[in-house]
């Protein structure tokens, strides 16, 4: 655990500013110097996962021939025209499995495989909070709270699309649709639930006052109430064989909720805000189906990542520098012990404790 304890740690003193006169919005807004601490706490996250043992990692399936590992080693012995001719292997999509061939011209090496997914997995993150972020190291932490991390040690499939995802929201600001479709496309063919990250492009400029917003809260709570019968018409769209499982996830929607509120309360007519909003807002939908089937959760993952930008917008315009300070610290505190209690009560991540690949167990 204390590796993790380190990164917080690390992103606590990358907040900090380097002048006593400015404080970290005002130096986040300059760009200087938290361009470099980003650059730096993106490294730090990228040994995190490049270094870690295989056996962190449920369906990495270490030390049998099957799951992401085995499967890697297996797809590396095929010849190309097999894998361009095969027309199913395990439950992989097409993309996926050409992916573990290319890799494979490099080094067939496991753990260079798992350090390549690490790499194309946070990289498009770090783009994505240095671009857009208005606190990059706080975004860090408050991803570090969130499911969607525990994603990079076992769901390599869905974080190479997520990737690709985040990749293509560049081209939702700069008003792209063309490239920003081709893209996401490009993600289905790693995870064929990409495809629901296309309402992303509508939804971000989908204008919503604090009315609206008030009726959206009333929808949340009709959809789940309603969350069973609506789950089993939704499921066709990605799975035909899901069937309706409680699993309990009842305290994340909690939260996802009071912080929609949250934001609901003190947001602003902003365009930016208001588009990190809606597409928040989707991840409250999908968690409303969580407690139903996990399926519905992996689909919320797409739509969690906007809220590490989120939180630091609505922060970074609160004029008070005092309430600023207290709510950021707020934030950093409560998101940094849930990741920690997510990490060390996950039975698929096997994220604790934590091993160095070249470490025995």
Known sequence: MYIYVIFLGLALLFSLPVSSQEDAVALSRSKQPFQTRTLLLFFCLFLLFALRHPSMGNDLHYGSGNGYLGSFSLISSFSWKKVFLIEKFMNYEKGYILFNKLVSIFSKNQQFFLAVV????????YQLFKKNSALPMLSYVIYFGLPVFLMMFSGLR??????????AFTYVRQKKPIKF???VLLATFFHSSAFVFLVVYPLYYLKMNKKRRVISLFVLAVIYLLKAPLFKVLSVLFKDSVQVQETGALTLLIVFVLIYIFCTIFSSQDQELNGYMNLFYMACVAQCFAGVHELAMRVGYYFMM???????KLIAEMSNKTDRKIVTAGVFVCFG???LYSLSTSFWADAVPYYFFWQKI
Do not use: D, H
Not at 118 to 125: D, E, K, R
Not at 158 to 167: E, S, T
């Open 158 to 167: 869905q974080v190479l699309a997520m990737g690709i995802c985040l990749a």
């Open 181 to 183: 479709v081709a893209l």
């Open 306 to 312: 906007f809220l590490p930008l989120l939180l630091p």
């Open 337 to 339: 012990l849930y990741g």
């Open 118 to 125: 690490a790499f194309l997995g946070l990289y498009p993150i």
